[in-house]
């Protein structure tokens, strides 16, 4: 058993970025098993999940004429445009049905906000607006995170980022995560993870 002041965090291991979904990331369903037994070995394990409204405006359907994967400008600066995905409520949204939820003490909705997605698991992309896991993990006394999940490149890194950017000691585990690799995003954001002092594992 992990240290108690260790928390694992899955990131997004929902229906929608599985095999199948609606934003699928190839693989993402092969590391369903590895997150279970790693579970296992924490005292600490928190879910995010992402919780959009049926509009919001992270959609290409949600601006006329655009192209899922291409770019708007939005207040808090460049979106990419996704398809519709994990819509509250919906079988996309849901874990996928062999993830073992019942370590879970915590999961954390992102992304609820019509107007501001939302990548990581401590800050939506304004940057400014909290999820509050950051303060749940305080007064539980965690110091070290160990993060999986989908995507590497997106979700995953941005979570991981914003960790080491308040102080945690963050391990990414890249063989039970799996990636999306947006216009070279996974070498790039990969860079980004080792740069900042993320430790980088499997």
């Known amino acids: 058993m992990r240290d108690a002041t260790e928390a694992l965090i899955v990131i997004d291991l929902q229906n929608d970025f599985c095999p199948g979904g609606a934003l699928a990331v190839a693989a993402g369903d092969q590391i369903v098993a590895g997150i279970n037994a790693l579970a296992a070995e924490f005292q600490t394990v928190a879910l995010t999940q992402d919780w959009h409204p049926q509009d919001h405006l992270s959609f290409a359907a949600s601006h006329p004429g655009a192209q899922p994967y291409s770019e708007v400008a939005m207040p808090y600066g460049p979106q990419t445009l996704w398809p519709v995905?994990?819509?509250?409520?919906?079988?996309?949204?849901?874990?996928?049905?062999d993830l073992d939820t019942r370590p879970a003490q915590l999961i954390i909705r992102k992304g609820f906000r019509r107007g501001i997605d939302s990548y990581s698991a401590f800050f939506e992309n304004d940057r400014t607006t909290?999820?509050?896991?950051?303060?749940?993990?305080?007064?539980?006394?965690?110091?070290?995170?160990?993060?999986?999940?989908?995507?590497?490149?997106?979700?995953?890194?941005?979570?991981?980022?914003?960790?080491?950017?308040?102080?945690?000691?963050?391990?990414?585990?890249?063989d039970l995560s799996r990636g999306i690799d947006l216009g070279g995003s996974l070498a790039s954001m990969t860079e980004r993870m080792r740069a900042a002092g993320v430790v980088l594992e499997g």
């Not at 995905?85 to 049905?97: I, L, M, S």
């Not at 006394?141 to 080491?164: E, N, P």
């Open 130 to 174: 909290g999820t509050g896991l950051e303060g749940w993990l305080r007064a539980r006394g965690i110091t070290g995170l160990t993060l999986a999940g989908l995507a590497t490149d997106f979700c995953v890194a941005f979570s991981a980022l914003d960790a080491r950017a308040l102080g945690f000691d963050v391990t990414v585990r890249l």
């Open 85 to 97: 995905h994990c819509v509250q409520g919906t079988a996309g949204a849901e874990f996928h049905p």
